[in-house]
């Protein structure tokens, strides 16, 4: 049986996008008959844990390393958060004997490296699945200039990891072709989307206590889950919700999550825009409703991060079976397969105009939106269901 280390700075318990996906991977991959070892923090992602050294989770050992625990808030917290998880990682990783390969994520950003010095010490192969492009989203969010020491130091330690993989597994035909502007080889990389698996959701909206506490039972609900980041291009939903509050009273926004740009949503509620709610992230059976009481979901990509992301988010809209807007440019892997499958529309950044009329057509048009559900739901069965794409990994990392 061959076993592959996973290395990850957050794992299970964890439940934000990362920690989700790689757990149901593991779980997925333990099936399929494959060993799998799990090494990452003691910590949660919110820093307010500390959780057991190892356990044992459906047939996957997971060994947490003990490391800084500083606010992840602060820019030098994090940044000494990353290099002391890093750094006992390493020591960890030198001391393992019984493995077969590695799956690295690329978060935090200098752990891929550790893959590559390891595998010049040990001759372990590696693969290294990419959820954000380094150093290009940390120029794009603020966090280091180009040119700087900084990014020259990272663009070449990752140059190194991105070259000596044995596959790098990218998200979408957007990443890879950031990938391919690096130089490298279009057989060196291996596109593998997230997913998601099937929900069974109730359609009884009356009954929905989630959306009966914000009285939101009657009306016609455009959803947005998951991180409210810098990636996001919050400011065009906002414009869009107050056109709604004018042409459609029928319509609200219910934004569930939490993130950088969550200030601008209170703010835009204060400020009069009363047709906006926020919740706090739901999990489990309360995410379950979440997605039930949706009739259209949204999501978002900010222009310059094309090819440096995916919003993951967007899989659980396509389990849930409901129309989606993709506030993104052409060309990206989420805006070109709603508009091209037609589960949706897809708008580029300020584009209030053509949003307010497709959610004028959805909402009074029943007929038009059962035939869009029934692509969606068709299109998720077909490509995106859990077991499909985790098989993908299974065969590539056997």
């Not at 010049?120 to 192969?125: D, E, F, Q, R, S």
């Not at 009363?274 to 949204?298: E, K, M, P, R, T």
Request: hydrophobic share 40%; net charge positive.
């Amino acid at each position: 049986m061959k076993k592959v280390l996973i290395l990850s700075e957050f794992f299970y318990p964890d439940k934000s996008s990362t920690p989700k996906v790689l757990t149901e991977l593991a779980e997925d991959l333990v099936s399929n008959g494959l060993e799998i070892e799990v090494i990452c923090s003691n910590h949660s992602y919110k820093g307010n844990s500390k959780l057991n050294k190892s356990e044992t989770l459906n047939g996957i050992k997971i060994n947490r390393i003990s490391s800084s625990n500083l606010n992840r808030n602060s820019k030098i917290g994090r940044i000494i958060n990353y290099m002391s998880f890093t750094f006992i990682l390493f020591i960890k990783l030198i001391f393992s004997k019984d493995y077969d390969s590695i799956l690295v994520v690329s978060n935090p950003p200098l752990i891929p490296f550790i893959a590559y010095l390891n595998k010049l010490i040990k001759k372990k192969p590696y693969f290294y699945l990419v959820h954000d492009v380094y150093p290009d989203i940390a120029v794009e969010v603020g966090a280091i200039k180009k040119n700087s020491f900084s990014y020259n130091f990272m663009e070449k330690i990752n140059q190194l990891a991105f070259e000596n993989t044995e596959k790098l597994i990218v998200l979408g035909k957007d990443m890879k072709d950031v990938f391919l502007k690096k130089g490298l080889k279009d057989e060196k990389i291996k596109i593998i989307t997230n997913w998601s698996k099937k929900y069974e959701l109730s359609t009884n909206k009356m009954d929905n206590k989630f959306y009966s506490e914000r009285e939101m039972n009657s009306t016609f609900n455009i959803v947005y889950t998951g991180n409210i980041g810098r990636f996001h291009d919050i400011e065009t939903i906002i414009e869009i919700a107050k056109v709604a509050q004018k042409e459609l009273p029928k319509v609200k926004f219910l934004f569930v999550g939490d993130g950088f740009k969550r200030m601008e949503l209170e703010k835009a509620i204060q400020n009069g825009i009363n047709n906006i709610n926020i919740s706090d992230y739901q999990y489990d059976s309360s995410y379950l409703n979440v997605l039930s009481g949706a009739d259209l979901f949204i999501s978002t990509l900010s222009p310059r991060i094309k090819g440096l992301g995916v919003p993951s988010k967007t899989y659980s809209y396509l389990a849930a079976g409901k129309p989606i807007i993709a506030i993104m440019e052409k060309g990206t892997e989420i805006g070109d397969l709603v508009e091209e499958k037609g589960l949706g529309i897809r708008a580029d950044s300020m584009e209030i105009d053509k949003v307010i009329s497709f959610i004028k057509q959805i909402s009074s048009d029943e007929i038009k939106l059962n035939r869009i559900e029934e692509k969606v739901r068709k299109t998720f069965a077909e490509n995106y269901e859990r077991q499909k794409v985790t098989n993908d990994f299974y065969h590539l990392l056997k």
